[in-house]
């Protein structure tokens, strides 16, 4: 019998009437000119799934504006979320399920890192030359565009300090176009968007030059909601482990750079913990001093009402 459960409140198993579908959403790597690769590779999870014996699986992808919103709807069966929130903020919603192995240059096994990048024919050509000089990043509560960025740096601030500003972009994406566009001088993109960047917009990353890397960290992990039971976890996982082996998704997970998919301790994203922990001892707390304890002060509050 298919594994029935419902959002709020149900239990597994029956099919008596029919029951609301969940949720679902992939939206680390989902740039508009992916998203028809995108959809294809959840037709194939999607697909994977109900053969392992979960029903109301969704046929489509929920797209919000905002990644946490997906985050947070209370019919979520599974999504990828960034390191540092299973970590950090989310690690109280969310269990681990798998990681997968990207092809990206950068990447070592379900490790990947990220480049820091200043326009082509910008003057700097190391780190150091990056003092005083104006960063974006994603969001504060990004490993690859933030808090491995803050441990690279954290040896060559001096009291507390390093850049002069920091933009907080929204995306990896708006990162790079800030880079290129003016509006700040370096950005830290994470390996995996940083090639799939340089195929879907090759004219903005060609404007780009790599010139340091970050220390490595597991990749963006797939995660379900901590309440469900330890079978659907199974479940999940077997769907996913068979979606990569699949040979009819193979052009698909090439076009995404899906390489395999490994299944890690979780403890094994303590690493990006570890980093944000090493910067701190070194007094290098914030990549701007003040704003980002006010944005992970608000990240605390909204994780407690969460509960």
Request: proline share 6%; with cysteine; glycine share 8%.
């Amino acid at each position: 019998m298919a594994v029935i459960f419902r959002p709020r409140g149900s239990s597994v198993g029956g099919s008596h009437g029919p029951s609301p579908r969940f949720a679902a959403g992939l939206p680390m790597h989902d740039p508009p000119e992916l998203r028809s690769a995108v959809d294809a590779w959840w037709a194939g999870l999607a697909a994977s799934f109900r053969r392992e014996g979960l029903s109301d699986v969704p046929e489509r992808l929920t797209r919000l504006p905002f990644t946490e919103d997906v985050w947070r709807l209370p019919n979520l069966l599974i999504t990828q979320t960034c390191g540092y929130d299973i970590v950090r903020g989310w690690r109280r919603r969310f269990t681990y399920v798998a990681t997968h192995r990207y092809t990206a240059p950068g990447c070592d096994g379900a490790e990947h890192r990220s480049f820091v990048v200043v326009r082509a024919d910008a003057p700097m050509r190391e780190l150091g030359d990056l003092r005083g000089m104006r960063c974006a990043i994603n969001g504060y509560s990004s490993h690859s565009g933030c808090n491995s960025l803050r441990g690279l740096i954290a040896p060559l601030a001096r009291g507390g300090r390093f850049f002069a500003s920091v933009l907080v972009s929204g995306s990896q994406a708006a990162s790079a176009e800030a880079a290129v566009g003016g509006t700040a001088d370096a950005a830290a993109i994470d390996c995996i968007s940083y090639a799939l960047l340089a195929r879907c917009r090759p004219q903005l990353m060609r404007r780009l030059r790599v010139i340091a890397e970050t220390a490595s960290a597991p990749a963006a992990p797939y995660v379900t909601q901590r309440r469900f039971p330890a079978d659907v976890v199974a479940r999940l996982r077997a769907g996913i482990l068979s979606a990569t082996a699949d040979p009819r998704l193979q052009a698909v997970r090439d076009e995404l750079l899906i390489g395999g998919v490994d299944i890690l301790a979780v403890e094994a994203y303590d690493r990006i913990s570890d980093m944000e922990e090493a910067a701190e001892r070194a007094g290098y707390r914030e990549l701007s001093p003040g704003l980002r304890t006010r944005a992970k002060d608000a990240l605390a509050r909204w994780a407690r009402r969460q509960g």
